[in-house]
């Protein structure tokens, strides 16, 4: 019995060693410069493209065309309500419902208007910045195979950043020409 606990303890013993012992080879192996995070503000960099000051013009007169036509339809709502309410006590009961449901309906032809416009300008800002998004990913993608970065972060707000993190954002703007 006594035997067969000590044998049980020194093959415990044994196989921590040597596990520990794997594990110390494999830590001592991994060289900790091969992993290099840094961080980059495309934000910052796509604001210096020139083609973004034409973009924004293009999605703001979109914006402009789209209001325009909201105003003309919120003005014929004001004037159909306005209508009515000054002369609903004259009007008959289907008259009445009549006019109610041309309003109910115009309001729903403004919501979905509006709905729809928004989403046009989404899609539209999408699909105008997709050229340059591709342009700056291309360069970043360079820069970080260049310098050999392992990981990436696009600067939003970091709650911390030690002096070791590179910052690419002016290899990127110097990659691009910006």
């Known amino acids: 019995m006594k035997r067969t606990i000590l044998i049980i303890v020194l093959s415990?013993?044994?196989g921590v060693t040597l596990y520990s012992q794997d594990s110390l080879y494999v830590?001592?192996?991994i060289d900790p410069a091969i992993v290099r995070i840094a961080y980059?503000?495309?934000t910052e960099i796509i604001a210096f493209v020139p083609q973004v000051k034409t973009i924004e013009k293009e999605l703001l007169d979109l914006e402009a065309d789209y209001n325009a036509e909201f105003v003309k339809m919120t003005k014929e709502y004001e004037s159909k309500v306005k209508s009515y309410l000054e002369h609903n006590k004259q009007m008959s009961e289907p008259i009445k419902l009549a006019?109610?449901?041309e309003i109910t309906e115009l309001e729903a032809r403004m919501s979905m208007y509006k709905k729809r416009y928004l989403e046009e300008l989404v899609k539209q800002r999408t699909e105008l910045y997709a050229p340059i998004n591709e342009y700056v990913d291309?360069?970043?993608?360079?820069?970080c195979e260049r310098e050999q970065i392992t990981i990436l972060f696009d600067q939003g707000q970091p709650l911390y950043m030690s002096a070791q993190c590179v910052d690419l954002t002016p290899l990127v703007k110097s990659e691009l020409g910006l």
Do not use: G
């Open 27 to 29: 830590s001592q192996t």
């Open 40 to 42: 980059v503000n495309r």
């Open 138 to 143: 291309r360069a970043i993608r360079s820069i």
């Open 99 to 101: 006019r109610q449901t």
């Open 12 to 14: 415990l013993f044994v």
